[in-house]
């Protein structure tokens, strides 16, 4: 059974009483085993497995628990467990509700938001700072979503910038217009599931018996008011303060620490037993993270003693020769690849170090930066078949029109708007059954005002006449979409091949034969060859060719992956919601890891090298000035050296020969120990 496996401190947590309790969990020190015992004690103790809600971090995270809880008590007793991120459990809760939602990944609907500012004028302006661009804009509102507390998105956007007090008129406008479309066609991103869970649990109580929740040093105060929204009888919360990582995501430090105090009768246990590193690793991450507050005291004990490898400091006089002589010690290493991981904290030392892996012929697969699931490409075809599911996605529609030359994503929502009027709310029929009857449907009825950055759109409409030597099928020719003044002949022509696509698509049900008719067809050719130029372009504006038969190689991989993922699914609907909700946690391919220290979190390797140490970098003194904190930097140093078992490089370098910048060593390697005078 999984409780005889424990040792007593982890015994002593998992059998605690029902009530407040918190156990802080080291790096390595078995908190998966404390929570699948925690687990077990409950179902040997009478609660019924659909009584327990299980939080984790990832969705992998939680599916790993419920198998060793399936080991012991069965498939069925473990998946009757409610299990997964706080995401995923508002999202299978609100559908057994028959809540009408359209799920989108966490970035996804920032093309939506981008369309509607763009339509915006900043008539007035601060000569001391300029507007937030959209991008920007609609990561600090998801940011304010999870992390403010009660104030208006104006009074929050004054508090971390006052000289942006001018713009906040128009910032709260697209916030309210975003809002009103997303509610119009049902869509919800990540912090749009939290609200709605939010606001459902206002009315609606679940009977759990003890919620559990790991990785609790991460939880933001959304979060931390979604767990309160369930009115736990019972809270069994792993973590530990020296991983919280996550501020810059809107994660409160603050919520462990407090938790003593917000729990009336909490009690907090500590597992002090590392089992992952040697104890000259262990030894150095401490030294390191005791430069930070003490929250709460551990004093961990090493229980391996069968490797005593101590870290290496590897220091190099130029940046790219870092690259490459660590990429020949990884060819020169027994340790397997998939048990090798290369740590770094800004993706531009992942692009230098990748680069001199492939010189080695070494394989390496990456994690963190871009996700899989956020690819062009990949976005791309996943859009084609959600249009499939729902025929009105405005989302979708944008993001795959935007992308014809001259469009962009105001243009591409003019084109959806008047589509959605010559459809009479049907998209699909104003694509292939217009009404003739209208003749203009980009007529606006917005009105203009200045104080809210709105103008008088477009009025003349401009003329079919140049599109008639294009091959258009009649049909698509006569549609008065055609009719937008910017629209260019090229436009038109990438507009017409997305019509043919759709038309075929229509005929299509299963997911995987859906995707090889999209990755074969024209309009995935053009983005094919748009894509990979792009990635190939140099500073000089010339086309790299080998780096563009890479890129097209690379997306080539990409699909073919994604088919390979649908073969598992007959269901559209549940083949694209399972890759919109696990998505982010892919990664490709085999060998190397390459990992940003975020992706990190939670997995251990053999052999482990922490790269580009050095002060600006790791800590990032410009992620620092924008609200981050060297205590945040020294606990991601933290991570990132914890993740070694056997063996621990650490790496920097003194001048960068391209971008011609010196550096200094980071200080982490000073509190290490490692360098001891100043040079």
């Given at each position: ?18 009530g ?76 057994k ?14 093309t ?26 609609y990561d600090?509102?998801?940011l ?24 906040t ?8 217009e ?7 066609y ?6 749009d599931?939290?609200?709605?869970m ?38 069994f ?39 992952r590193?040697?104890?000259?690793i ?62 770094f ?28 699931f956020d ?51 049907k ?30 759109d477009?009025?003349?409409?401009g ?5 008639k030597d ?18 260019s ?8 091949d ?5 038309k ?24 094919k ?6 990635r190939?372009?140099q ?7 080998e ?13 073919v992956?994604?088919k390979?993922?649908s ?6 609907s ?21 990992l ?8 251990e ?15 990032n ?17 933290y991570?990132a ?11 920097f ?8 910048i ?17 040079e």
């Amino acid at each position: 059974m999984p409780l005889s496996n424990l040792n007593k401190e982890q015994l002593e947590a998992a059998t605690c009483q029902p009530g407040y309790n918190l156990i802080i969990a080291s790096a390595g020190t078995g908190k998966t085993s404390t929570i699948v015992g925690r687990i077990a004690n409950l179902i040997n103790n009478g609660i019924q497995p659909d009584q327990i809600l299980l939080l984790t971090f990832t969705n992998k995270a939680a599916a790993e628990m419920v198998q060793r809880v399936a080991k012991y008590f069965g498939k069925d007793v473990a998946q009757s467990i409610m299990a997964g991120t706080f995401h995923s459990v508002s999202y299978k809760l609100l559908k057994k509700l028959d809540i009408n939602i359209t799920l989108k990944q966490p970035n996804e609907l920032k093309t939506l938001f981008k369309s509607l500012y763009e339509k915006r004028v900043f008539y007035n302006r601060d000569d001391e700072a300029n507007p937030y661009d959209g991008g920007y804009l609609y990561d600090m509102y998801s940011l304010f979503l999870n992390s403010n507390d009660g104030e208006s998105f104006a009074e929050w956007i004054i508090s971390k910038n006052a000289a942006h007090e001018i713009y906040t008129p128009i910032y709260e406008d697209v916030v309210l217009e975003f809002d009103d479309l997303k509610r119009k066609y049902g869509y919800v991103n990540f912090d749009d599931l939290l609200i709605l869970m939010l606001n459902t649990l206002k009315e609606k109580e679940f009977d759990f018996k003890e919620i559990l929740v790991d990785e609790y040093q991460d939880t933001n105060p959304l979060q931390g008011r979604l767990l309160d929204g369930f009115k736990p009888k019972s809270l069994f919360c792993v973590g530990d303060y020296d991983q919280s990582i996550y501020a810059f995501n809107g994660s409160d430090i603050g919520i462990i620490s407090t938790f003593s105090r917000r729990y009336k009768s909490a009690n907090v246990y500590t597992l002090r037993k590392n089992y992952r590193s040697s104890k000259p690793i262990l030894d150095l991450a401490t030294k390191v993270i005791e430069h930070n507050e003490r929250i709460y005291e551990k004093n961990l004990e090493v229980m391996r003693t069968d490797v005593d490898i101590k870290p290496k400091l590897l220091a190099f006089n130029e940046l790219f020769g870092q690259y490459e002589y660590i990429s020949r010690l990884i060819s020169q290493s027994s340790t397997p690849h998939n048990e090798i991981a290369i740590i770094f904290r800004n993706n531009s030392s992942a692009d230098g170090i990748e680069v001199n892996l492939r010189e080695f012929s070494i394989p390496a697969k990456r994690k963190g930066g871009m996700s899989f699931f956020d690819a062009v490409e990949i976005k791309f075809v996943l859009d084609i078949l959600m249009m499939q599911l729902s025929h009105n996605d405005m989302m979708a529609f944008i993001h795959i029109i935007e992308y014809g030359k001259g469009i962009g994503k105001a243009i591409a929502k003019d084109i959806f708007d008047a589509l959605i009027k010559l459809g009479h709310g049907k998209l699909f029929d104003g694509l292939f059954n217009p009404d003739e009857k209208i003749k203009n449907p980009y007529e606006s009825s917005k009105v203009k005002n200045i104080q809210l950055g709105l103008f008088d759109d477009f009025i003349e409409l401009g003329s079919l006449s140049k599109f008639k030597d294009c091959g258009f099928e009649e049909n698509f020719l006569s549609n008065p979409i055609l009719k937008h003044p910017k629209l260019s002949v090229e436009g038109a022509t990438y507009l017409y091949d997305f019509y043919k696509l759709i038309k075929e698509q229509r005929r299509i049900k299963i997911p995987s034969t859906k995707i090889e008719n999209i990755i074969k067809s024209p309009l995935f050719e053009r983005i094919k060859e748009k894509v990979s130029t792009k990635r190939a372009t140099q500073k000089d504006g010339s086309i790299n060719e080998e780096l563009k038969s890479n890129s097209i190689s690379k997306i080539n991989r990409k699909t073919v992956l994604l088919k390979r993922l649908s073969t598992h699914y007959s269901d559209l609907s549940k083949f694209i919601n399972s890759m919109v909700l696990g998505g982010s946690e892919m990664s490709e391919g085999d060998g190397v890891n390459l990992l940003s220290v975020h992706a990190s979190k939670g997995l251990e390797f053999k052999e482990v090298y922490v790269i580009d140490l050095m002060d600006g970098r790791f800590p990032n003194r410009k992620l620092m000035s924008k609200g981050g904190s060297l205590e945040e930097e020294r606990r991601l140093f933290y991570v990132a050296a914890t993740r070694a078992k056997d063996i621990l490089y650490l790496s920097f370098a003194k001048y960068d020969r391209i971008k011609k910048i010196d550096f200094i060593h980071s200080p982490f390697l000073k509190e290490a120990g490692l360098i001891r005078k100043e040079e």
